[in-house]
């Protein structure tokens, strides 16, 4: 397989979790390199549904050694809680997940500060996770925040957490919100600590040995190109990187030696939180929560959704460098008589190609939809590309071809034997 990034190409959601378990068959190692908690991968395997926040989707294939990156912020109580669930599914990670010594932490305050300021920004909230990211994000910025690697030395880490929290205290004062009592925060926080010194390590090193060593690298992104903090639909975004450029500052590997860019998209468009979304529309949301799909593997929230938008996409392309394009959902689409596809937006009367950068201006945008026929046939049982509706096939290359990428894969449902290869 080589070194492979695997992205997702619209804002978050698109089955990132679920095309990763399947391409870890082939992967010796699988990295997480940005976000945190904020992430949620859902994989069902058998009967068994998995929900991962912070451990690779990889963990779930007992032969494959899992990274949880430099650029990922880290809560360690949220972290323990995890691996918990997988032992008790009979998945000890011990020995198969590497924690990088340079990922950040979050604390406690953090989650506080994420609630505090969102309360105060009322009706023009960002609509974040509340999983304390961002604040944790901005202390590492600041220079002020604390490493993985500071829990190693368990003295000088008591001393570093506990200046944190009476300092982050007055901070939750000036908010207006309550301050953390100091003893019970710490004592949770050092409980979680203890558990995860053994996972704690140099993953740069460890990841250029393996490169070295020829093994198959996959990348593992979380949320969403137009949840970027550079790239995406500002400030309705994460606090990290979500593009392909991301997943090389997040892990210490440089972008030559990455040889593939699969970008994951939904045979329709959702996000969650605010923001706008061009190509949104009723119908499809109607449609897929009348269905019991398209709710938050993290927040339980009800997604907004939309035809598929060929304009976010490729652009997504572009600023990925994506090769191959991993459709995924695509039985979500199997009652409709027509689907439209989102082919580019007018402006002002005017016809654009691209996302505004100003949101304003993006807002403004209105869609310029074609039309396919639909297929009206179930394909959740379907396991091969020629097997599909003709009209599911013509679909799924269209897409690609309106995103200038290679149609590589089709996911006719959340299951791993679900995923046709072509």
């Given at each position: 397989?080589?070194?492979?990034?695997?992205?997702?190409?619209?804002?978050?959601?698109?089955?990132?979790?679920?095309?990763?378990?399947?391409?870890?068959?082939?992967?010796?190692?699988?990295?997480?390199?940005?976000?945190?908690a904020?992430?949620?991968?859902?994989?069902i395997?058998?009967?068994?549904k998995?929900?991962?926040?912070?451990?690779?989707?990889?963990?779930?294939?007992?032969?494959?050694?899992?990274?949880?990156?430099?650029?990922?912020?880290?809560?360690?109580?949220?972290?323990?809680e995890?691996?918990?669930?997988?032992?008790?599914?009979g998945?000890?990670p011990?020995?198969?997940?590497?924690?990088?010594?340079?990922a950040?932490?979050?604390?406690?305050?953090?989650?506080?500060?994420?609630?505090?300021?969102?309360?105060?920004?009322?009706?023009?909230?960002?609509?974040?996770?509340?999983?304390?990211?961002?604040?944790?994000?901005g202390?590492?910025?600041a220079?002020?925040?604390?490493r993985?690697?500071s829990?190693?030395?368990?003295?000088?880490?008591?001393?570093?957490?506990?200046?944190?929290?009476?300092?982050?205290?007055i901070?939750l004062?000036s908010?207006?919100?309550?301050?953390?009592?100091?003893?019970?925060?710490?004592d949770?926080?050092?409980?979680a600590?203890?558990r995860?010194?053994?996972?704690?390590?140099?993953?740069v090193?460890?990841?250029?040995?393996?490169?070295?060593a020829?093994k198959?690298?996959?990348?593992?992104?979380?949320?969403?190109t137009?949840?970027?903090?550079?790239h995406?639909?500002?400030?309705?975004?994460?606090?990290?990187?979500?593009?392909?450029?991301?997943?090389?500052?997040?892990?210490?590997?440089?972008?030559t030696?990455?040889?593939r860019?699969?970008?994951v998209?939904?045979?329709?468009?959702?996000?969650?939180?605010?923001?706008?979304m061009?190509?949104?529309?009723?119908?499809?949301?109607?449609?897929?929560?009348?269905?019991?799909?398209?709710?938050?593997?993290?927040?339980?929230?009800?997604?907004?959704?939309?035809?598929?938008d060929?304009?976010?996409?490729r652009?997504?392309?572009r600023?990925?460098?994506?090769?191959?394009?991993?459709?995924?959902?695509l039985?979500?689409?199997?009652?409709?008589?027509?689907?439209?596809?989102?082919?580019?937006?007018?402006?002002?009367?005017?016809?654009?190609?691209?996302?505004?950068?100003?949101?304003?201006?993006l807002?403004?945008?209105r869609?310029?939809?074609?039309?396919?026929?639909?297929?009206?046939?179930?394909?959740?049982?379907?396991?091969?590309?020629?097997a599909?509706?003709?009209?599911?096939?013509r679909?799924?290359?269209?897409?690609?071809?309106l995103?200038?990428t290679?149609?590589?894969?089709?996911?006719?449902?959340?299951?791993r034997?679900?995923?046709?290869?072509?």
């Amino acid at each position: 397989m080589s070194n492979t990034i695997l992205v997702g190409a619209q804002w978050g959601d698109e089955g990132k979790g679920k095309i990763i378990d399947y391409l870890t068959e082939q992967a010796d190692i699988v990295v997480r390199a940005q976000g945190g908690a904020n992430a949620g991968h859902t994989v069902i395997v058998g009967k068994t549904k998995y929900i991962l926040h912070l451990i690779p989707s990889g963990i779930l294939r007992n032969r494959t050694t899992c990274v949880i990156g430099n650029g990922v912020v880290i809560d360690p109580a949220g972290l323990v809680e995890e691996i918990d669930g997988l032992k008790q599914n009979g998945i000890d990670p011990a020995g198969r997940l590497l924690v990088s010594d340079a990922a950040h932490m979050v604390f406690p305050y953090h989650k506080a500060l994420d609630a505090a300021r969102e309360a105060l920004k009322g009706r023009g909230k960002i609509g974040t996770t509340l999983r304390g990211i961002g604040p944790a994000y901005g202390d590492k910025i600041a220079r002020s925040g604390l490493r993985m690697g500071s829990i190693l030395n368990a003295k000088r880490f008591v001393e570093q957490l506990g200046q944190a929290v009476r300092d982050n205290n007055i901070l939750l004062r000036s908010l207006g919100a309550r301050p953390l009592p100091l003893k019970r925060t710490m004592d949770g926080v050092l409980k979680a600590a203890r558990r995860l010194r053994p996972y704690v390590t140099n993953t740069v090193q460890l990841l250029h040995k393996a490169v070295a060593a020829e093994k198959r690298i996959l990348f593992e992104g979380a949320q969403g190109t137009f949840l970027d903090i550079d790239h995406g639909t500002f400030p309705y975004v994460t606090s990290s990187n979500t593009t392909a450029g991301g997943m090389c500052t997040g892990s210490g590997i440089p972008p030559t030696m990455i040889d593939r860019v699969i970008g994951v998209a939904k045979a329709y468009t959702t996000r969650v939180g605010e923001g706008p979304m061009p190509s949104e529309d009723r119908v499809v949301g109607d449609l897929l929560h009348g269905m019991g799909r398209e709710y938050g593997a993290t927040t339980g929230r009800e997604r907004r959704c939309g035809w598929f938008d060929a304009v976010t996409v490729r652009q997504s392309a572009r600023l990925n460098g994506i090769t191959d394009l991993a459709l995924t959902n695509l039985d979500g689409l199997d009652t409709l008589g027509s689907i439209k596809v989102c082919v580019g937006y007018r402006l002002g009367g005017k016809p654009i190609d691209h996302q505004p950068s100003d949101l304003a201006q993006l807002a403004r945008c209105r869609p310029v939809y074609e039309t396919f026929p639909g297929w009206q046939t179930p394909t959740d049982k379907i396991r091969t590309w020629k097997a599909l509706p003709p009209n599911a096939r013509r679909y799924a290359k269209a897409l690609a071809k309106l995103t200038g990428t290679r149609l590589s894969h089709a996911s006719v449902g959340p299951g791993r034997s679900q995923t046709i290869t072509l």
